[in-house]
T-cell receptor, first 109, second 114 residues
Framework: GENVEQHPSTLSVQEGDSAVIKCTYS??????FPWYKQELGKGPQLIID?????GEKKDQRIAVTLNKTAKHFSLHITETQPEDSAVYFC????????FGQGTELSVKP | GAGVSQSPSNKVTEKGKDVELRCDPI?????LYWYRQSLGQGLEFLIY????????KSGLPSDRFSAERTGGSVSTLTIQRTQQEDSAVYLC????????????FGPGTRLLVL
């Protein structure tokens, strides 16, 4: 079955800096890769997703890149703000979503 | 209109008791998922309902866990004879049902088994 590895587990950046979170997946048939943001005490919220026929997608300060050959995808947050502080999860789908272990991002003002 | 709702938001129970957790998906969403999130961990898939098809129960950790979805809408996750290791946040999500459609999550039920 699918296995998703996510790194780093924690990430601390200064406000205004960029943050990058990386994930690898094992099943080459996976075709959908969402990223979720989870704030304390809340359910995960989708922030961006990418499908296997696309290499990059941007939405304002957030971008995701996908390398199908290497089976890895990354989340890039530019100009980070304190409100970006949360736990971020990547996931890969082949029939069902398999999640990475999460990255706790802390943006220091 | 509203998003996915779950109840109760918090549940404290004694070891050995049964608990029922409820999920109301977004209206019109045919797919419904249950996940478990242990403290500081990722989301563990439990069960998936799609329309009238037989559910995918491949993630249920033991036969003490079961789930129903009545009328293609509301779902109940039941844990029988709860154990301390069942303590976690139980999250429900729904989607329109096509493969790769966005899953929208509820706020979760925080279960504590004493």
């Amino acid at each position: 079955g699918e296995n998703v590895e996510q790194h780093p587990s924690t990430l601390s950046v200064q406000e205004g800096d960029s943050a990058v979170i990386k994930c690898t997946y094992s099943d080459s048939a996976s075709n959908y890769f969402p990223w979720y943001k989870q704030e304390l005490g809340k359910g995960p919220q989708l922030i961006i997703d990418i499908r296997s026929n696309v290499g990059e997608k941007k939405d304002q300060r957030i971008a995701v890149t996908l390398n199908k050959t290497a089976k890895h995808f990354s989340l890039h947050i530019t100009e980070t703000q304190p409100e970006d502080s949360a736990v971020y999860f990547c996931a890969a789908m082949r029939g069902k979503l398999i999640f990475g272990q999460g990255t706790e991002l802390s943006v220091k003002p | 209109g509203a998003g996915v709702s779950q109840s109760p938001s918090n549940k404290v129970t004694e070891k050995g008791k049964d608990v029922e957790l409820r999920c109301d998906p977004i209206s019109g969403h045919t797919a419904l998922y249950w996940y478990r999130q242990s403290l500081g961990q990722g989301l563990e898939f439990l069960i998936y309902f799609q329309g009238n098809s037989a559910p995918d129960k491949s993630g249920l950790p033991s036969d003490r866990f079961s789930a129903e979805r009545t009328g293609g809408s509301v779902s109940t996750l039941t844990i029988q004879r709860t154990q301390q290791e069942d303590s976690a946040v139980y999250l429900c999500a729904s989607s329109l049902g096509q493969v790769g459609e966005t899953q929208y999550f509820g706020p979760g039920t925080r279960l504590l088994v004493l």
